[in-house]
């Protein structure tokens, strides 16, 4: 552990080498130099070396010596404050302090005074005594009786510690997400604790003892003699606590400092990781806000902190599952210090959260950039790449991930499915099982290493890794893969069939009939499941579309202007995620994101079509309308409902024919892709519509129309009702699972066809037909009633 008196010493000597003209002080040109010294991978600009230089002549201005520029005194500072790593930007520059092997500290210049050497040593010797916060003139120990009270809740720790503590290896919590104040490094717990989480046993006798006398030392911290004094001793007991990861009773003290100083940072940023760290999100963003408005009416005083704040918020935002709002805190973050890589990792993994895959590889690279061994981003920097279908690149960073971390489990899984998708599945396999030894009871592993092990033709190898999949979870989902294995089995089909000899043929369009009306056209069940998959992604089919028309009615939006002077209700988006927050209200955090990041993709890219960060609320809500739950005409009526709150409708009781037609193309847009729209606009004319108005009767002929509207929502409607129907032990005779959904029985041939093999045009390659005619069974109950009336039909003929 470096010392206090070294690491004097060491920014001593970091003074001494950038201070060429030996006035005592930095000026800005040589602060200049030191900045990109320290940093030899980042190429600053001069913009943003000025902005660096600025942040730190405000926020030390008391240490600025005139035109000499920052005292030795000033730099110390910056070190304590956090504002960087003496130790890496000492071997940074190539330096070396020379020890006295005798004493060993370090030899002072002549030009040191006794008095600041005997300082040193008190310090350090302080510094022994606890961990190395305590020191610093930020967050450390002010007041003497604070030491004494210290001294003697490390005695009761260790009391506790040495009767009831086990130690284990750190797995899936929330310790290690946080960074304390800093810029430059990786910060958070010591180095000795973030590998191991201490699991204390709460409920015992030696804890209530503990707890007990615990409770002496906080009396003795309030019945100090100033109020100061008191803050202080709370402080030091919540930052022992928090070392020793006893993160409920340090947040106990955290909050009554809070009490003492209101508007001091420390305290709430202190509590904040203690929420968070405690799977408490929602409290710990409300500490993280509070710390956050204290800093920015404190002045300079706490702008060393700022990007700190800024980050742990994102992160307490990211737990919540409100990840377009972390990545505002995260830019912020970076902003102020373009050196915190950890911020530009944390802003590129958001951003892949949410689908801006550009964005994120750019601040992935960037991070990567200042810290080449950060195995993390590489290995978010792969999957984006993955997601760009830049697939030879990703499995190189994939596997430079893998290097610098041998175990790294997203690395391997996450390669193990890249594989997968480009048909390597014996690699895959490989990945996965790479996977199991790190982790054992990686369900997800176990079953995509049987669904690889399938691919590459290892059926008995399959099904071994299918047991053991079993054996860890009892989902669904595995049930029904030992049921398409048996079958392929028992069939002897190919998994991976092609046309012709393989296990299915692609029929053109024009020879799939229906027989009967209600039987779907082929055309739009695949749009219609399509529609479906974004509906189950973003688990709107469980929003009532009524809580749409209830946050249009109670929550009205300030009118702005767009660049064309058009009058819209529009908000930033990471507004838009906390409305969508609270209709998903019944969704965790993970699956909130997982619903953001589709409705990003999908609505938000298309709306925001210029890049603003900006979306038209009306358009927004009509947008969602047809695919929240509730009936059909319940949902068109919220529809012409948001056209109406939009200011270019708002009074009316019609709408403009063209924004009903623009809004039209939008939806056709967004969930039709594959359907031109650009020969709508053409078709309806949308300039010689400007001026007229549609009542909501005529909206709904053109919102019904199956070639120019959304016709398509009857087809939807029909699968949201019956998609989840078994029908016995009937299976796909393609693809060889059973049957969930519509069945489609061609009539002839009598064999059987699932919603996605129907859609998709394939039938068995055994029955070659010119043309197949294929009658739909939502249930088995239909299949039943058809077959009876066949029979009833039958006695009626024979006679």
Known sequence: MTTRGSRSEKVKRIFQQFDGNRDGGLNRDEMAALVVAVNPRVKFSDEQINAILDEVFRTYGEFIDGEKGLTYDGLLRTYDDGAGDVDRDFDALGLELNLDDNKGVSVVSEASSSSIVDERAIDSQKKQRTAAWAVSPNHGIVFDDTWKIVDDLEILVKRLKSKQTKDVKLKADNFDAFSDAGWSRELGPSAELSDKRIFWEESGHDFAIFVKELGVLRNRADGARSREEAFDGHMAIGRVLYEHQLFKEALLSFKRACELQPMDVRPHFRAGNCYYVLGKYREAKEEFLLALEAAETGGNQWAYLLPQIYVNLGIALEGEGMVLSACEYYREAAILCPTHFRALKLLGSALFGVGEYRAAVKALEEAIFMKPDYADAHCDLASALHAMAEDERAIEVFQKAIDLKPGHVDALYNLGGLYMDLGRFQRASEMYTRVLAVWPNHWRAQLNKAVSLLGAGETEEAKKALKEALKMTNRVELHDAVSHMKQLQKKKVKPNGNNGDGAFVIVEPSKFKTSGDKTTLRQDLAVALQIRVFQKITRLSRCDVELLKKEMRDNDVPVSYSGGGVPQKSIRKPNLEEILRKLLNFLKPETFQGAVKAINERILSVLDETGSGRVDVGMFYAILAPICSGSPEKRKRVIFDALLWRPVNEGNSQVKKADAVAYIKLLRTIYLPSHGVSEMMEVHGETETDNLMVSYSEFLVMFDDPDWGFGIMSTMVKLETGDRNRHGRHVCSVCRYPIIGSRFKEVKAH?????????????????????????????????????????????????
């Not at 390659?765 to 009633?785: L, M, N």
């Open 751 to 799: 064999f059987s066809l699932c919603n996605q093999c129907y859609s998709e045009g394939k039938v068995p390659p055994s029955f070659k037909q010119e043309e197949y005619k294929f009658k739909e069974y939502g249930s088995e109950s239909d299949a039943v009633k058809d077959k009876c009336m066949c029979f009833s039909l039958q006695s009626h003929n024979d006679p």
